[in-house]
């Protein structure tokens, strides 16, 4: 989102702000409809932090610190299912219901047996197939489905198997180097101006009372 887009489109929301509030308040937003626009807010950025925090654990954490996250994540699941499927899930957007995506699944192999090497090599690849897929296809709103996704598909495979090798920085499943941006997207010849953004970066309220990533553990603990 370049700098003038921003600075259009925060006009035009402060535009629509001062015609609301010369309306006498005909047009002011009931205590449920702002409710409603709150929460909605909430779960996209606890979207956001949850893609965000399995970034995290499986491109920086050793494997027994990611075994050690198996039940938060399963937590942090739950929690999305319950209070934000609501407003919107993968299984309802198109771009994860395309021929390319189910051929990207079939790259997935039994989840039974947990995160191996030879599973973990399948959901690499699928990953990488999905990212292309939502890079290619799909919007940044879009995007904010994929840790649902990919845990929903192949369970503690999402978080567990981890990307690098800590002591050389090699792909552990996979048999070339290869670059990612903070959404585990391939950064060969992507370019980064068009790379995506966290919620933050366009212009999301990050107030008190909305999450951020080192806080989602403690809050769905809760």
């Keep these: 989102i370049t700098q003038g887009a921003r600075t259009s489109r925060a006009a035009g929301t402060r535009g629509a702000t001062a015609t609301g509030n010369s309306s006498a308040g005909t047009h002011s937003p009931g205590p449920s409809t702002t409710g409603w ?6 779960c996209r950025k606890t ?11 499986s491109n920086c954490l050793n494997r027994e610190e990611r075994d050690r996250d198996n039940d938060i994540f399963r937590r ?8 934000c499927d609501t407003y919107g899930r993968w299984t309802e957007n198109n771009c994860y219901k395309t021929t390319e995506m189910q051929r990207c699944e079939a790259l997935v192999s039994n989840t039974r047996g947990g995160a191996n090497y030879e599973s973990c090599r ?8 999905m990212s292309d897929e939502l890079m290619r296809r799909c919007t940044r709103e879009d995007d ?5 996704y990919l ?3 192949a369970q503690e495979m999402s978080w567990q198997c981890g990307t690098t090798d800590q002591y050389n920085g090699r792909n552990q499943y996979s048999t ?3 670059k990612y941006d903070q959404y585990d997207r391939p950064q060969d010849n992507y370019d980064n101006n068009n790379s995506p953004l966290h919620l933050e970066d366009e212009g ?8 951020n990533v080192g806080q989602l553990k403690d809050f769905v603990l809760w």
């Design 204 to 211: 999301e309220v990050t107030t008190n009372g909305y999450l």
């Design 144 to 148: 904010l489905y994929q840790g649902a």
């Design 122 to 129: 399948g959901f690499l690849s699928f990953r990488d197939c």
């Design 151 to 153: 845990v929903d598909k």
């Design 176 to 178: 070339f180097d290869r």
């Design 47 to 57: 979207r956001d932090d949850f893609n965000c925090l399995m970034w995290q654990t």
């Design 76 to 83: 942090a699941r739950d929690f999305i299912s319950r209070n």
């Design 37 to 42: 626009r709150d929460t909605r807010t909430l």
